[in-house]
């Protein structure tokens, strides 16, 4: 689809103005189209390109070049480092790909998803640092995520996972309800944190370890998913220790994990460059400064 910049540029066009150019400061609809992309307003006289206030905004690189980095990022199941992104698109420079790398995550929480719903599993685990453990002391160094994951018979679904301050009340609470549709069956173990879902309009089962049972796993999908999150920040993304920027990788994982069976790459593609022309655009230093939803 995309052989030329011009093809790029007509794309970003009938996104962002599906029913013509709209001018952003004034409204008026009446315009010149000044060169390829680049558009004056009869009535303000701003001129607005496509990619301005998108997350192509002042870019001197073609647009050829940032949707072949999408793509790829789209194409490889696994993700991609900024070492493999450089390479592949020979890039001069590691942090123009670790940069563009950081601003694709922020596309990956697409507006308006639903929340999870029918059996979920929820969990907080401590990642990072050497030793696994939870809830209690001595977890310096490490981040708490709470995990949430739909459970369809013996499968599992879609997940959410945030980073969270602490095991509270309500932190978790909070994770629930931005997260998962009310009256939906929520699994926990016995943590007090928990004991409000019920009132929070959700149906709660509490599942209690069993002495008898040894060390069965009670909430087997969350786990699974925690191994599975610890092994590919290890495995791509060793920065990720970067504490600040964990969230972002979380927000990676689930847009590839909750499309892990889609056989359209070139859907999610889509939806990553439908993202990009309505995300504001982030510079370098606030990429490296500024922390997850704040
Ligand atoms: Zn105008």
Redesign the pocket.
């Known amino acids: 689809m995309f052989k030329t910049e011009q093809d790029c540029i007509d794309y970003l066009v009938t996104l962002r103005w599906p029913k013509g150019f709209e001018?952003p400061?004034?409204?008026?609809i009446r315009f010149w189209e000044k060169s390829k992309g680049r558009f004056e307003?009869s009535?303000?006289?701003?001129e607005t390109t496509v990619t301005s206030n998108t997350i192509f905004h002042k870019t001197t690189k073609p647009l050829l070049v940032w949707f072949h980095a999408i793509w790829w990022m789209v194409a490889q199941k696994n993700g991609v480092s900024a070492k493999g992104l450089q390479k592949v698109l020979g890039l001069g420079s590691y942090q123009t790909a670790w940069t563009w790398l950081h601003k694709f995550r922020r596309l990956m929480v697409l507006n308006g998803r639903s929340k999870l719903n029918g059996i979920i599993e929820v969990d907080e685990v401590l990642i990072g640092g050497k030793k696994s453990g939870k809830r209690g002391r001595g977890a310096e160094g490490k981040s708490l995520i709470a995990v949430a994951v739909e459970v369809k018979g013996r499968k599992t679904g879609r997940v959410r996972l945030e980073k969270i301050p602490d095991a509270s009340g309500k932190s978790l609470k909070n994770f629930i309800e931005k997260n998962i549709e009310p009256s939906s069956t929520i699994i926990t173990d016995g943590w007090s944190s928990y004991s409000d879902l019920e009132r929070m309009g959700y149906i709660h089962k509490v599942q209690r370890s069993v002495i008898t049972e040894g060390d069965k796993d009670i909430l087997p999908n969350v786990h699974r998913i925690a191994s599975l999150l610890k092994r590919w920040l290890l495995g791509t993304h060793q920065s990720y220790l970067n504490k600040n920027k964990l969230e972002y990788y979380l927000d990676e994982y689930v847009f590839r994990y909750n499309r892990r069976t889609s056989n359209s790459r070139g859907l999610l593609f889509m939806r990553l460059i439908e993202q990009a022309v309505i995300t504001e655009p982030v510079t370098y230093d606030k990429v490296i400064n500024e922390n997850h939803g704040l």
């Open positions: 001018c400061q004034c409204g008026s307003c009535d303000c006289h701003k």
